[in-house]
C-alpha cells in the first residue's frame, strides 16, 4: 500500500510538468504530425506504435532526464520512499501521457482496440528503456534513443542488418534489434501475437529495475 | 542508546575514519574543518545516505539503514535540488504524500503547512521553484528536511546551510533552526565558514582529513582568550609564545594574566601602542588546527 502511494505522489506532478515544461509542446507537436502523417498515408499501426514509443521517450526526458530532474532523486531518497516506488512511479508518470497520445491519435485515424492496446504496449517498453538510459546518462541518450525509433524503429530487423557489415558487427546488430525494444516487434501486439507482448512485459520490468539501481546509486551523490 | 537522537559509533567509509558521536535531543552540533575534511561525507552517514564501511549509526534507536529511520532525519544537502517547473507547495506536498504514505494518519496537506511556517516560506509558496532566491531556496531545503511535522522528523542534517546567505536571512534561518532545536529537534550542521555557527551550535567538531581533532562544547572551545599587542613597528623576532599580525603581535594567555604577557613584550623592548583581550574564534580554532596537525 505504501508502496502505490509512493508511485501515485510521482503520477501527481504529471499536470503541472506537462502544463509548465516543454513536455506538454512537444507531445502536442509529436501528436499532430502523427495524425498528419496518417492522414497521408502512413499506416494506421505504425502511427500508434511511434506515438506510444516516441511520446514515453519524450516523457522520460521530460519527467527524469534534466540535469536537475536527476539531481532532485537524491533528494527525494531522503524521505520514506524507495529507489524502486520511484522509478516505477516516473514509469506511470512518462507512459500515462504517451498512452493518452496513442488514444487520441487513433481515435483521428482510425480507432481500433488492437492498434490501440499494441500502442501503449509500445509505451511502455520504450518508455522503461527509456527510462533506465536518462537517469544515468541524462537527456543526451533520450536524443538518440528518440532518433533511433523514429527513424530505424518501425524498419524490420533483416534490412538493417542487411546493412550491417558481415561477421560479429552483423550478428551484434541482429542481437541488438531482436533484444532491445523495436516496433516491429511490437506490431504483432496488434494481431495477438504474445511473444511480442512478453518482450514487452520483459523490458518494462528490465527498465524499470534497471532505472531502480540507477536512481539508488544517486543517494550518495546528494550533496 | 534510545536516549540519544543520533548516535555515530566509529564510522568509517572513504574520506572518514573513524568518527564518533552522540546528539542528544534539542542539542545542535557544529561540524567545522577546510573543504575535503570529510563534513559532507559525516552529514550523508549521519542522513543514511551513504553507509558506513566501519562503525554503525543509530536514530532514536533504530538502524540509520532502516527504511523507517526516514522518519525521523531530514537532510538538507548543499545545493539541494527541486524540479524547477513545480510550485514550491507542489513539491512540498511531493515530499508529503511519501510521509503520508508511511504514516496514514498524517495529511499531506497538513504537513505543508506545518513546513511552511516552519521554514518560513509561506509568502513563497505559490511561486516556481525556478524563480526562488538563494535565501528561499534554503528555506525550501530547510522545509523539506524539517517536513514529518512536529514529532516527525526529529533529527535535522543540514550540509552548507549558510553558504552564501545574506545577514538578514541568515539570522532568520539561524532563528528557526534555534526554535527547532528548543522543540527537541537535534540538528548537525555543517560549515565551511565557522562564524556562520558561532551564535547557534552549543558543540563543535573540528574535523581534519576525515578525523575529529577537536570537539567540546563551544563556550569552552571559544573560552580562551587571546591578547592581542598593537605595535608602532613590526618586530624582527616576536617574544616566546606570541605570533606576528598584521597590527602587532597575539598570543593565548592560557592560564597567564595580560599584565605578565605585556610585562614581556616590554621586557623584550617592543613599543607598545595599544592592547586588547578577546575571545578566540571558532575559525582561529580550525585555523590552529589545520596548522598544528
Known sequence: MQFLQCVLAEWALVAPRFTRTRLGISLLALGATLVWLGSRGLDHVTVALLAGSLGAILGAAGVAGSDNERRALATALSHPTTPLAIATGRWVALTGPAALLVIVCTATVDWRPSIVAAGIVAAAAVGSCALSLVIPLGNATALGLFLLMALAGAVAPERLVALAHPGFVRLAAASALELGPALWHYRDVATGHWGAIAHALAWTGLGILLASAFIGRRRALNG | ?293
Open chain 2, 1 to 293: 542508546m534510545t536516549d540519544y537522537a543520533l548516535t555515530l559509533s566509529d564510522v568509517a567509509v572513504r574520506g572518514l575514519r573513524g568518527v564518533s558521536l552522540a546528539l542528544l535531543p534539542g542539542e545542535i552540533a557544529g561540524v567545522v574543518g577546510p573543504a575535503g575534511a570529510g563534513k559532507t561525507t559525516l552529514l550523508q552517514v549521519a542522513a543514511g545516505c551513504v553507509h558506513p564501511t566501519r562503525g554503525e549509526a543509530w536514530v532514536w534507536g533504530c538502524r540509520i539503514t532502516d527504511a523507517n529511520a526516514r522518519k525521523f532525519i531530514g537532510y538538507a544537502a548543499d545545493h539541494a535540488a527541486f524540479p524547477r517547473a513545480l510550485r514550491v507547495r507542489e513539491v512540498l506536498l511531493y515530499y508529503a504524500r511519501l510521509h503520508a504514505a508511511a504514516d496514514p494518519e498524517r495529511a499531506p496537506q497538513g504537513l505543508v503547512r506545518e513546513a511552511l511556517e516552519m521554514a518560513g516560506l509561506g509568502a513563497a509558496a505559490n511561486l516556481l521553484v525556478g524563480a526562488l532566491g538563494h535565501a528561499d531556496m534554503q528555506r525550501l531545503a530547510l522545509a523539506q528536511a524539517v517536513l514529518g511535522g512536529r514529532g516527525g522528523r526529529r533529527v535535522l542534517v543540514l550540509d552548507e546551510f549558510f553558504t552564501n546567505l545574506d545577514a538578514i536571512a541568515r539570522r532568520d534561518l539561524r532563528g528557526r533552526i534555534a526554535r527547532l532545536a528548543a522543540e527537541g529537534v537535534a540538528v548537525l550542521i555543517a560549515a565551511r565558514d565557522p562564524a556562520a555557527l558561532e551564535r547557534l551550535a552549543a558543540r563543535a567538531l573540528v574535523l581534519r582529513q576525515g578525523r575529529v581533532v577537536r570537539a567540546g562544547p563551544l563556550p569552552a572551545l571559544l573560552g580562551e582568550r587571546v591578547l592581542e599587542v598593537i605595535l608602532d613597528a613590526p618586530p624582527p623576532e616576536p617574544p616566546p609564545g606570541f605570533k606576528i599580525t598584521d597590527a602587532g603581535i597575539e598570543a593565548p594567555l592560557a592560564g597567564r594574566t595580560a599584565e605578565s604577557a605585556l610585562a614581556m613584550c616590554r621586557a623584550h623592548r617592543l613599543a607598545v601602542r595599544g592592547s586588547r583581550v578577546r575571545v578566540k574564534s571558532l575559525e582561529e580554532i580550525v585555523l590552529e588546527t589545520h596548522d598544528t596537525h
